[in-house]
Structures are given as C-alpha cells and as structure tokens.
C-alpha cells in the first residue's frame, strides 16, 4: 500500500464511508422517523429540526470537514512533511463526528410517533465511541513517520563571501489549524447534548480570527539580523540583531512538544517557541544564554546565512 493510498484511505475513505452510511439509513428510514426530528435533548427532547435541514447541516459539515483534511494531508505529503499520528487521528475522528450526530439521531427518532416522544439522547455514547475507533484506526493507518534529514554534525552554511549581500525568507502554514478551529465548534454544538447552535457558531467565528493571526509563520535573515513574524498581519512579531546571536542550527520539533503549538516559553530552559507544526526549525542560540526556535521551511539556509553573518561581523570586529 503506497503513501498516498493510506492517507487517502485514513482521511477520506474512513469517515467519508461513515458519512455515506450515515446519508443511506437517513434515505431508507425516512418513512420511520416524524418530521420535524429531535435533534437536542437534556433531560428530555427540548430542541427540534426539519428531517431534511438537519440531515444537509450535518452531511455538509461532515463532507466539508473530509474534504479538507484529506487535502491538507495530500499536501503535507507531498511536501514530504506527512501529518504526524495524532494528527491525523484526531481529524479522522472529528471528520466523522458529524455522521455518528447524524446517525444518533436517526435511531433516537425512529418508530416514534412524533418528536417529543424521542428516546434519550444517551444513544449518542455508542456512535461517538465508533469515530473514536475510526479516528485509531486513521492514526494507525495514515499516521506517516517524516523522512530522516540528514545532519553533518556541523555548523551550517552557505559558503557567504567576505563582502557579499545575501537575504533568506522562510515560512511555514498550518492549514489544518484553520479548518480545525472552525468546524469543532460546528461540530459540537450538532451533539444532541452539546452547546446551541448558535454558540458553536460564535466560537467558530472566534477561533477563525485567532487562528488567522497564528496559523502561519515567517522567519527573515538579512544584515540586521532575524525578524519572526506571525500570522496574516505579521503581528506579533520579534526581531533579533546580529549582536544577540551567538550561533545558528536546526533541529527537529514535534508537534506537541515544547509546549504544543503557538507562541511558548520555556522558564526553565530559557527556549521560545515559534510554531505552527512539528517538523524542521531554525535554532537561534542567543549570548544571555536563551535559545530561539522558529518552525520553518528549509531552515538550514537560513542557520547557514546567520552563521555566515555572524562571521563577516567578526571579521570587521578584528
């Protein structure tokens, strides 16, 4: 089995089948179930929906969800950065949330006589624990290790020659960040116990204009030093001058170590972090003993540039 065909497998085949099962017992009990349906409850039925609306709301989301983390995964293999397990995992799982409120409805609804006769929303428990599964099973199946990357052992470079000018720009996204943040709150509040619709839109539209200051990130070497910046607007941003670098690396981070993603700092080791992914980074070792890591593309040109940098200021020094 190629990469290819197991993350299309993990992420699109797996819950796209929960949600193409899901559509077909809607279409073959709709006979059955009343209309309008119950589709909320707490300690009874307290929230109804029209059959068909509701169906659209859930099977869309679902569709949309799949779509997206089946073409983030593509794309991240291609880059030959595949998603890391949990990753995948847990997109799986939330991709096929919508079909297991879908499904959880459908068997509440059925064979009653209209929605107030519902039967409890406790069904749900049983097809929240069958995306769970598939979520494992996506994990296992499309969870693909990222390529060993080979080091020298030494410091990097570009081979910069004494009075030469040079400018590197490096960048990273997290796609994933964006969809994530606002369809979970969908999703959620579809859950026949879960929050009002209307709230889960408000947080989604909270955690879109979050994610789109921090969803992506970019490092710039030039003469002056290194300028990180996040999101969409740049904001926040950090500049480092040549004077406070001591030397540059890479390294490898994970996706949720050093604090998981976002902007972290570490009190005890002195590190922040800039990430939006686990992956290569720019390592900044900085003269009051602090170190800088920055999750970005190709960063060993830009460890070679400061370096080279860092050595022609020397140079002019002595």
């Known amino acids: 089995m190629t990469k290819l065909i197991r ?87 939330f991709a096929a949330l919508p079909a297991a409120v879908l499904l959880s409805v459908l068997v509440a609804n059925l064979d009653v006589p209209d929605w107030h006769a519902a039967r409890s929303g406790v069904v749900v428990v049983p097809f929240m624990l069958g995306a769970v599964v598939i979520g494992v099973v996506a994990a296992l199946v499309g969870g693909l290790p990222a390529p060993a990357r080979e080091t020298s052992g030494q410091r990097p470079t570009i081979g910069l020659r004494p009075g030469e000018r040079a400018f590197w720009s490096g960048r990273a996204v997290n796609p994933a960040m964006l969809w994530a943040l606002a369809l979970i709150p969908v999703a959620i509040a579809l859950l026949p116990a879960g929050l009002p619709w209307q709230t889960g839109v408000w947080i989604a539209l909270v955690g879109l204009v979050v994610t789109a200051l921090t969803y992506r990130l970019s490092a710039t070497v030039d003469a002056k030093g290194v300028t990180i910046r996040f999101g969409l607007l740049g904001v926040p941003w950090r500049h480092l001058a040549l004077a406070a670098i001591r030397e540059a690396t890479t390294r490898e981070l994970t996706t949720f170590g050093d604090g998981g993603l976002g902007l972290r700092f570490n009190p005890v080791t002195g590190t922040t972090a800039y990430k939006v992914r686990g992956g290569p980074a720019l390592v900044l070792a900085l003269e009051n003993g602090r170190t800088v890591l920055v999750s970005v593309d190709d960063p060993e040109t830009g460890a070679g540039l400061v370096n080279d940098l860092l050595a022609q200021r020397i140079t002019r020094i002595d």
């Open 7 to 93: 993350v299309l497998f993990a992420t699109a085949v797996l819950p796209g089948a929960a949600l193409a099962v899901a559509g077909a017992l809607e279409n073959g009990w709709a006979h059955r179930l009343p209309d309008p349906v119950a589709t909320h409850w707490r300690s009874a039925p307290d929230g109804h929906n029209a059959l068909a609306a509701f169906t659209g709301l859930t099977l869309g989301v679902g569709a949309v969800a799949v779509l997206l983390l089946a073409t983030t995964a593509v794309n991240a293999l291609r880059r030959g950065r595949p998603l890391p397990r949990p990753t995948v995992g847990v997109g799986a799982g």
